[in-house]
């Protein structure tokens, strides 16, 4: 198989599971299968760097969901592995060897890199974070070579050329996770009143919507149809949204390409976040038109109705920590808080401490879930 075939296997796999995650164990599969390695690992986190939360933890090889390998480095490892603090001070998108994270010393001595990976089969494996949505962060580990040949540049190459498509798979999740469509359907997303669906043809015109986008297009702020197709309110807008639907729809042999952005609007209104997903379409199709690229328009702030009186009263919460319950339900980071109240993190931290405390919680999907049985 060509290094093209095997990438587009996998990408064509990460589609998938963009939809439903529950296909991430195979599409983790395909990408062992296209980079030539033992197995991978998917990590999301947020919070102070020197002490991350785990949002999301999955360890997979060969196609395999491992979960005695997540417990045994998060129960036994994962607060005393010497790496982590070195690495999250790595750039986003720069790969690094795991035993590069290591001193000398460390080599010979950590627990982690001497007892935990050697059974993970990633002492010699890869290592890069990717900034995600909302301030998490993404970590992806590639376990060893499943060959003699080691991190050749064609290996690395293929990393390198499917990070973009492991952050894109986080992004895509997480909005339909909070659109409460953990597994969807290309057809069944259009039931969603939570976020706007649009499904084009393999020329890019419309050919069907669901309500709140068809609401969306209607108003026009922002996105419109015109004439059967989507049209963006700024030329700049638009560009990008050309070239989203150019990789999603090549005209060439091309893998088709997801690819997110943010969207401009006339009003005050957060800008949408816009997802293009290419769809498998059928080989024989005899010319009919089929669904080929689903778009998905997500608003900030209107995924839920959030009273924060309810919250408040119902949670027994102060002014500070109700506002930064129902902001994080609604989708702020915690820069993003700090940035708008003029307060520091760390301050934005302490308010959910004190949440947790009350709650007898301990992470922020926690508190996510909470605030969110209470909306409208």
């Not at 603090?85 to 790595?90: A, D, I, L």
């Not at 690395?156 to 339909?176: C, D, E, K, N």
């Not at 290309?186 to 939570?194: F, G, I």
């Not at 949408?272 to 608003?299: Q, S």
Request: glycine share 8%; hydrophobic share 40%; aromatic share 6%.
């Amino acid at each position: 198989m060509s290094s093209q075939d095997a990438f587009g296997r996998a990408l064509a796999a990460i589609h998938e599971a963009m939809l439903d995650d529950a296909r991430w164990p195979a599409a983790a599969g395909r990408i062992d299968e296209a980079c030539g390695i033992k197995g991978s690992e998917l990590f999301v986190t947020e919070g102070p760097l020197d002490a991350p939360r785990i949002l999301f933890a999955g360890m997979y090889r060969r196609g395999q969901r491992r979960e005695d390998l997540e417990r045994l480095y998060l129960e036994n490892y994962f607060l005393i592995d010497e790496a982590i603090p070195r690495w999250v001070q790595v750039p986003y998108g720069r790969v690094v060897h795991a035993r590069d994270l290591y001193t000398a010393e460390e080599l010979k001595t950590s627990a982690a890199y001497n007892e935990a990976f050697p059974q993970a089969d990633c002492q010699d494996g890869l290592r890069v974070r990717l900034g995600g949505p909302d301030g998490t962060r993404i970590a992806w580990t590639l376990a060893d070579p499943a060959d003699s040949e080691g991190w050749r540049t064609a290996r690395v190459a293929m990393v390198t050329r499917l990070l973009p498509h492991i952050g894109q798979f986080v992004a895509v999740r997480q909005a339909l996770v909070r659109a409460e469509a953990r597994s969807a359907t290309v057809t069944s997303l259009l039931d969603s009143t939570r976020v706007g669906v649009v499904h084009l043809d393999r020329r890019g015109r419309i050919l069907e919507v669901n309500d709140r986008a068809r609401a969306i297009l209607r108003d026009g702020d922002g996105l419109s149809d015109r004439r059967g197709t989507l049209r963006a309110r700024t030329p700049g807008d638009q560009a990008r949204l050309d070239e989203l639907l150019a990789n999603a729809l090549p005209a060439s042999d091309a893998p088709a390409v997801s690819g997110s952005m943010l969207l401009r609007r006339s009003s005050v209104l957060p800008r949408f976040v816009v997802h293009v997903k290419p769809v498998a379409a059928p080989r024989l199709d005899y010319g009919a038109r089929h669904v080929a690229v689903g778009v998905l328009i997500v608003e900030p702030g209107r995924l839920h109705r959030i009273d924060p009186e309810v919250v408040a009263r119902t949670l027994e919460l102060t002014p500070g920590e109700t506002q930064v319950a129902v902001w994080l339900a609604e989708g702020k980071g915690v820069r993003e808080m700090a940035e708008t109240t003029g307060r520091t993190e760390g301050a934005i931290y302490r308010h959910l401490k004190q949440i947790y405390q009350k709650q007898s919680i301990s992470r922020q999907a926690d508190l996510v879930r909470l605030v969110l049985s209470l909306a409208e």
